[in-house]
């Protein structure tokens, strides 16, 4: 089975702490294993996601790595491989199914504000959800369900304190004891 | 063709100006034609989002209605459906299928800090993509992309005056004059 994780490039707390939290939620919801974020250092953003991975599950983490750089090169040279998901990359449509099926672990990289040009270059892959301008969050979340062909709907979270059960109507949620019923 | 529209509940500028103008390209660069803002009205967000519109095309507009309610009514009256998108929701490979094929116009709802309870019993469809926490942004972009079996990579947008030209390395963007050449 292959790892994923997700890198955020350039976080900034004053402006992008809501942002970058959703990309944090909608990794974990989708697989990935960690999100490495870069930029500014944000502790309270990360106290956050960590709260939500003890209610909801894991395994997850999130870390900070000021060398954005050294993580991209680190991942290549173990072998796996780093897509960047911007809206000039070649549409994730035709090469998504390349990537899946390679069965190399993913680095997903996403951009902030300002994305440096080095990260076209380092990529092994550009990738666009689309080439029309709209989100990090909903580029990384089309990009993951395509990656894992819908098995986000499938993902067990361990550890999980509380779980939904799903409704037509209103709102159910589930305690969970340590004994795990 | 159905008419895809968006309503996002409970919009706060101070808070959510950044999610909300997200949740805005999503839905454009997906195929809604509109976004119907509640909650506080924002006439900043709205003016970016009409200059994304001017600059890579609709059609798409963006509208401030208080009544959300009253939304919601109007539509099931002119016989469109109705779909919340909520955490706490039927999961989401369960229904689209049927969503999508029986033709009716959409409404989808998203929504803000605390969403009112009437919203779930309003709604035709309460769908969750998946059920697990994350961002309203990922949940309309991945709801969107099965509604539209993954035609938002087929779209065209008219009078546009940019467009992408999709590239493996680095950006290339295409400037479309008046004969639109």
Redesign the interface.
């Known amino acids: 089975m292959m790892d994923v994780k997700v890198l955020r490039l350039g976080h900034r707390p004053s402006?992008d702490a809501?942002?970058t939290t959703?990309v944090c939620?909608?990794a974990?919801?989708?697989g990935a294993s960690e999100v490495i974020l870069s930029g500014e250092e944000d502790p309270k953003l990360m106290e956050g996601v960590e709260d939500?991975v003890r209610r909801?599950g894991g395994p997850f983490s999130v870390v900070y790595r000021r060398n954005w750089q050294g993580v991209i090169d680190s991942w290549k040279k173990d072998g796996g491989e780093v897509i960047h998901l911007?809206?000039?990359?070649?549409?994730?449509?035709d090469v998504v199914p390349g990537i899946r099926d390679n069965g190399k672990d993913k680095l997903i990289v996403v951009g902030g504000a300002r994305v440096p040009?080095k990260v076209?270059?380092l990529a092994d892959?550009?990738v666009?959800?689309?080439?029309?301008?709209?989100?990090e969050?909903?580029?990384?979340?089309?990009f993951m369900?395509?990656l894992l062909d819908?098995a986000?709907?499938d993902?067990k979270?361990e550890d999980a304190r509380i779980?939904?059960i799903?409704?037509?109507?209103?709102?159910?949620l589930r305690e969970i004891d340590d004994d795990g019923d």
């Open positions: 402006r809501r942002i959703h939620l909608t974990r919801a989708f939500v909801w911007t809206m000039y990359g070649l549409p994730a449509r040009g076209y270059s892959y550009n666009g959800v689309t080439n029309q301008p709209h989100s969050v909903s580029s990384l979340a089309v369900h395509m819908g986000e709907f993902l979270f779980e939904v799903p409704q037509a109507r209103g709102k159910m």
